[in-house]
């Protein structure tokens, strides 16, 4: 286990207790399978260190895949994805065009994606918000989400289809795409997002921008899945762990990672949510545990009422999109704490502040999003509800949240949740 730095020694001290007698009182969704610690699935998964894609679903839907006509747009799309990046060159950080203001190009950098030219100056500096509308200025080469994304999303299809196939190409591939964004010297990021969602003429980079980080979800699955196939060597793998334990510090520490642990809309919940992730990644279980056990009054409690709503979150211009978007932070929050026996699934506060029901303030809208009483620009976007939904069913065993599900399947059938969260079954 890495070793802890202060300020998380005492965050451990402190809730160890209250984690230790959440152990015994974890209540398993739909009799899945034991999720243990920073071991993640491995001792049931064949070696396969993964904390979020369950062994039962994986292994369900390499067995239903080639007679489940449901199943074919999400997995011609997953291939044809993953047979694209057979060809690609690896992306790296420091392909960027523009430098960040550390000097370093090895820093990440992005740009806050509501944030545009002032008009009313010559140079448009400094730029002004617009909640809601994306400049396209944050998804050219002068930045690094774009290869971000395109590197979790290929080290995805790659470690998935490799797994669905066992085409031992597929996971080679996705071992060079994590070798040359975390390792190799000449090319690797460095472990911060100093420079995150920077605005240009105002700050170089904020605490917002932690949360870019949760594409690294992806490639923290995709690294376990691929553990028995060789892609990475065992000094590769732990220098990767290595990476993400020296992230989980800069998480810790920095000032911004500071900031962003203390927002108290969805940054915070994807904060608790990517610390956990990493964490467990990482071999630090104390760190896991109590910021799972903190994050029900934290996050749960303080961010949900007691009718379900996320006040933080409706006040946004795209309040629908941003409730489901922090609901699928939180569902993944609650998969992580399940590994270290904190049960956030079930947890309920005093006044009936819940996980539940949150899910069943969205799921009183299903088939009906378009009558959602807050503001929302885009009532046609279905992938959040879709996903909620579909991913509630599981973890407490109710097929009313699967039939509600069943009503945007079809328009989400291309979706990768499809190959990594099935449709529940009863």
Sequence with gaps: MKRLIPSLTALVAACAAQAAAAQSAVVESNAAPVCDGSAGYSAVFEGRRTFLWRPDWLSTIKVRLSADASLQPAWTALKDRADAALSRAPYTVVDKTMTPASGDKHDYMSMGPYWWPDRSKRDGLPYVRRDGQFNPERNTDAFDVVRLEAMSQDVQALALTGYFTGDPRYAVKAGDMIRAWFLTPATRMNPNFNHGQAVPGRVSGRAEGVIDAHRLMRVVEAAGLLSPTG????????????????????????????????????????????????????????????????????????????????????????????????????????????????????????????????????????????????????????????????????????????????????????????????????
């Excluded at 060597?233 to 990476?243: G, H, K, P, R, V």
């Excluded at 005093?350 to 009183?364: E, I, K, Q």
């Design 231 to 426: 892609a990475l060597t065992s000094d590769e793998n732990q220098a990767l762990q290595d990476w993400f334990g020296d992230l989980v510090q800069w998480m810790a520490t920095s000032p911004i990672g500071r900031q962003e642990r203390a927002a108290e809309n969805n940054h915070g919940l994807y904060y608790d949510t990517l610390i956990t992730h990493f964490a467990l990644f990482a071999g630090m279980d104390d760190v896991a545990a109590a910021v799972a056990e903190r994050a029900k009054t934290r996050r749960l409690a303080a961010q949900i009422e007691p009718d379900g709503s996320l006040p933080k979150e409706l006040t946004r211009t795209r309040s629908l999109h941003y409730t489901t978007w922090t609901l699928t932070a939180a569902f993944d929050l609650a998969d992580e704490a399940r590994c270290v026996g904190v049960d956030l699934w079930n947890y309920r506060s005093d006044d009936g502040r819940s996980l539940r029901g949150a899910t069943d303030f969205v799921a009183a809208y299903a088939g009906r999003e378009t009558e959602w009483r807050w503001p929302e620009l885009n009532k046609a976007e279905t992938e959040g509800i879709y996903e909620v939904l579909q991913r509630a069913a599981w973890a407490w065993s109710d097929p009313s949240y699967a039939d509600k599900a069943a009503l945007y399947a079809e328009r989400n059938a291309g979706l990768s949740l499809n190959l990594r969260t099935p449709p529940y079954t009863r």
